[in-house]
């Protein structure tokens, strides 16, 4: 059996598990209650027997059923096991890289967009320097605030290190501005689509995501202005450097015109610029935080999509007194981000090497964009719509017609292919998928879209 045909199984087997769990969520089998036969089950949910089999063990494996001599199988648990077990909502797949699929769908760059031994040379700077690893100050490692800082600095958003507080990754800076600085009930105003949808962080404290539309300069200010209501409770998360998953790039004007309204209407911002680093053609506009003359924004970086996921390394940058409460939080929670990895980002950020090794990055990634976007046009210009990035990797493909993006990643996967829907990037329908050219070689993205090309196709009769 192929290695797609694997993975397809396992998508019906999943959804299996998903009904026999919602069944207990319901009550409908309590715990103790023996369940349907394989047989039973297969011919009640249309499925090969052998898929009813994979999602029971997956239960099994899960402490929720279990099989009892002379009962048959039987409800086991319904408490935490079934909590932890698999969602009921759509989720996508993530896979080891030795699968043989050509994964069009992750946010990261390959191996081979970074120079040679980049890592090791500055690791051996580091040899011989490091005397202890014990708990850094609560804001973070001096130096590497202060690296941080004179970074921005030179790229034109000034700031002092004291106003920096390093996280472990952009995601845990999401988390700690969710639970330290926003109520329950809040609205958190973002880009349709977006990232943030296919992450819970605020939903999962009692907030609220509402959409804004967008255009190909960034959110729309009439959309923003007809969503907020004065004195309501939340804030405004944007992407405004090569958006996650559009592309789109926020124009200077339209940043101007959202920073005034915001600063007019008291609704603090969340400014996630991980991506700016990114570009390809020329700088992009100031950041929303340069030009914040009163402390509405809070500004998250990260050196995951440029540098290295594994260093687990971000920021937060904001007023004192917001990054001292949030330096508050991040202790509570762990003691600080890693030590080590702390020393090799101040190394790096420190010493002038950053900007050298994006030159490089740089020139690879437009390579890789180059060939992505030939790619497209031989194989998707009849059946999709879509615009080249100035900057990231990403491409966000609109289908000409409407089909099931269900049964396209089911069938894409079938094939040995892995993307993203656009329906985890918003709470509406999609007909768009998001693809990524900086992970997936040039070869392997264009045999990629070439074999989804024939079931975009047979979908779309």
Request: charged residues 25%.
């Amino acid at each position: 059996m192929s290695i797609g045909q694997i993975m397809k199984r396992s998508i019906k087997s999943d959804a299996v598990a998903g009904w026999i769990k919602d069944q207990i969520v319901r009550g409908k089998w309590a715990i103790g209650t023996k369940i349907p036969s394989q047989r039973v089950l297969a011919e009640e949910l249309s499925v090969n027997r052998s898929t009813v089999v994979a999602a029971l063990e997956q239960l099994k494996a899960a402490g929720i059923i279990e099989g009892v001599m002379g009962k048959g199988t039987i409800v086991a648990s319904n408490t935490w096991s079934l909590l932890a077990a698999l969602p009921a909502e759509d989720k996508v797949q993530s896979l080891p890289a030795d699968t043989g699929i050509i994964d069009l769908s992750k946010g990261e760059l390959a191996e081979d967009v970074f120079p040679e031994n980049y890592l090791n040379d500055v690791l051996s700077r580091l040899s011989g320097k490091i005397h202890s690893l014990g708990y850094e100050d609560r804001g973070g490692y001096e130096p590497l605030r202060e690296a941080i800082a004179g970074y921005m600095t030179r790229q034109g958003t000034k700031v002092a290190p004291s106003s920096i507080l390093i996280v472990s990754g952009a995601m845990q800076g999401f988390g700690l501005i969710a639970s330290g600085l926003l109520e329950r009930g809040s609205s958190v105003l973002l880009e349709e689509p977006s990232y943030l949808y296919s992450i819970r962080t605020f939903q999962s404290l009692g907030m609220s995501l509402k959409g804004i539309e967008m255009d190909d300069e960034g959110v729309k200010l009439d959309s923003l202005q007809n969503t907020w209501t004065s004195g309501q409770k939340g804030a405004l998360y944007t992407i405004p450097c090569f958006h996650n998953p559009t592309g789109i790039l926020m124009s200077e004007t339209r940043r101007k015109e959202i920073l005034s309204f915001c600063s007019t209407n008291r609704l603090p911002v969340i400014e996630d610029d991980i991506y700016r680093d990114l570009w390809l053609d020329e700088p992009p506009p100031p950041s929303l935080k340069s030009m914040d003359e009163t402390g509405n924004v809070l500004y998250i970086g990260s050196l995951s999509k440029t540098l290295s996921p594994g260093l687990r390394i971000g920021w937060i940058a904001g007023s004192d007194s917001v990054i001292e409460r949030l330096a508050d939080l991040k202790m509570q929670a762990d003691y600080g981000t890693s030590s080590l990895s702390q020393r090799v980002a101040a190394e790096w950020l420190g010493e002038g090497l950053y900007e050298h090794h994006l030159e490089y990055v740089r020139k690879e990634l437009k390579k890789r964009r180059q060939s992505a976007s030939e790619s497209l046009q031989r194989h998707l210009s009849d059946v999709a719509q879509w615009t080249m990035p100035n900057g990231g990797f990403f491409v966000w493909l609109r289908l000409n017609q409407p089909i099931s993006l269900r049964e396209l990643y089911t069938e894409a996967l079938n094939e040995g292919i892995l993307f993203h829907p656009g329906s985890i990037y918003t709470e509406g329908t999609s007909r768009a998928i998001r693809l990524s050219y900086g992970y997936a070689r040039p070869d392997q993205f264009e045999e990629g879209i070439k074999r989804m090309k024939k079931w975009i196709v047979a979908l779309s009769k």
